[in-house]
């Protein structure tokens, strides 16, 4: 199956700061999400981005497909972006529909 | 417009017991998505369900689980004789009819298995 990889493992930056979030794939695929999952646990959808650029506020996110790799940037960062950012995707090619999620990035952001 | 709801929020079981977890997905979504967090192994998907069919189940173990999606009511996930591994997160997603590849899905806010 698909392969996702996400890095950094860790980030702690301070209040304003600005961020950048890698997702490498294995494959091409046909759906790509980002999460932010919460410190109560709940997941929620950031980003559709199978490919393209899209903007939300102070997030953003870019996908290349043809060379496997999607960001997630967070500019200005708040108290409140702290949490674990998952990247997740479906392989194009078929089989399995459900999404491999990556390890995730656990961000916190200080005062 | 409502979210995917999943019910209940927190469940508690001892070794042994059956735990049943419920999903309703967003109005107007007809696929539904299972995926189990454990704490060292991350987001796992279980299965996917349209309704009364599984489409695929590549991810559920081979024992104790089931899940259905049945014409009417909710989507069901039925674990079986629990064990203290099985203390997780389970996440409901939908998504609507597929158009092409472009499809999205949309989390529930989880139920907390613990078994005790």
């Known amino acids: 199956g698909i392969q996702v990889e996400q890095s950094p493992p860790d980030l702690i930056l301070q209040e304003g700061a600005n961020s950048t979030l890698r997702c490498n794939f294995s494959?091409?695929?046909?759906?790509l999400q980002w999460f932010h999952q919460n410190p109560w646990g709940q997941l929620i959808n950031l980003f559709y981005?199978?490919?393209g650029t899209k903007q939300n506020g102070r997030l953003s996110a870019t996908t290349v497909a043809t060379e496997r790799y999607s960001l997630l940037y967070i500019s200005s960062s708040q108290t409140t972006d702290s949490g674990v950012y998952f990247c997740?995707?479906?392989?194009?090619?078929?089989?399995?529909?459900?999404?491999?999620f990556g390890k995730g990035t656990h961000l916190i952001i200080q005062p | 417009n409502a979210g995917v709801m999943q019910n209940p929020r927190h469940l508690v079981r001892r070794r042994g017991q059956e735990a049943r977890l419920r999903c309703s997905p967003m109005?107007?979504?007809?696929?539904v998505y299972w995926y189990r967090q454990l704490p060292e192994e991350g987001l796992k998907f279980m299965v996917y369900?349209?309704?009364?069919?599984?489409?695929?189940e590549s991810g559920m173990p081979k024992e104790r689980f089931s899940a259905e999606f049945p014409k009417e009511g909710p989507s069901i996930l039925r674990i079986q004789q629990v064990v203290r591994g099985d203390s997780a997160a389970y996440f409901c997603?939908?998504?609507?009819?597929?158009?092409?590849?472009?499809?999205?899905?949309?989390f529930g806010p989880g139920t907390r298995l613990t078994v005790l």
């Open positions: 109005k107007g979504h007809s696929h």
């Open positions: 981005i199978p490919s």
């Open positions: 369900l349209q309704k009364e069919n599984i489409i695929d």
């Open positions: 494959d091409s695929v046909n759906n």
């Open positions: 997740a995707a479906t392989y194009s090619g078929g089989g399995a529909d459900g999404l491999t």
């Open positions: 997603a939908s998504s609507p009819p597929r158009a092409g590849p472009l499809y999205t899905q949309y």
